[in-house]
């Protein structure tokens, strides 16, 4: 079992940046590919960004690429989401995932493990 939380979300106006962080435990952080999802009322979970086990390969959606970057500590069990430029569009809540032996992917369905989430707000 891996418990994972989400911190660092909140208000911010445009242009401006956001780090998030998740920290996991229950298992060793290094046998989980780790993802960011965020989702808003009424509309399916969307993919933002996910990073290998080492984290030698990530993906981003074309939505945040070139604005957004994931990383992760494996000494410190955490994956971050530095968020920059940030536009109101990503107003949304913001996950992280963890996905037992897997490589970084951007279906929902493949990852194992959930946060809670932390609201991330931008205004205009």
């Known amino acids: 079992q891996v418990q994972l939380v989400e911190r660092g979300g909140g208000l911010v106006q445009a242009g401006g940046s956001l780090r998030l962080s998740c920290a996991a435990s229950?298992?060793?952080?290094?046998?989980?590919?780790m993802g960011w999802f965020r989702q808003v009322p009424g509309k399916e979970r969307e993919f933002v960004t996910a990073?290998?086990?080492?984290?030698?390969?990530?993906y981003y959606a074309d939505s945040v690429k070139g604005r957004f970057t994931i990383s992760r500590d494996n000494a410190k069990n955490t994956v971050y989401l530095q968020m920059n430029s940030l536009k109101p569009e990503d107003t949304a809540v913001y996950y992280c995932?963890?996905?037992?032996?897997?490589?970084?992917?951007?279906?929902?369905?493949?990852?194992?493990?959930w946060g809670r989430g932390t609201q991330v707000t931008v205004s205009s």
């Open positions: 229950g298992r060793t952080f290094s046998n989980y590919a």
């Open positions: 995932a963890a996905d037992f032996w897997g490589s970084a992917t951007m279906t929902a369905t493949s990852y194992d493990y």
């Open positions: 990073i290998s086990r080492s984290g030698s390969v990530t």
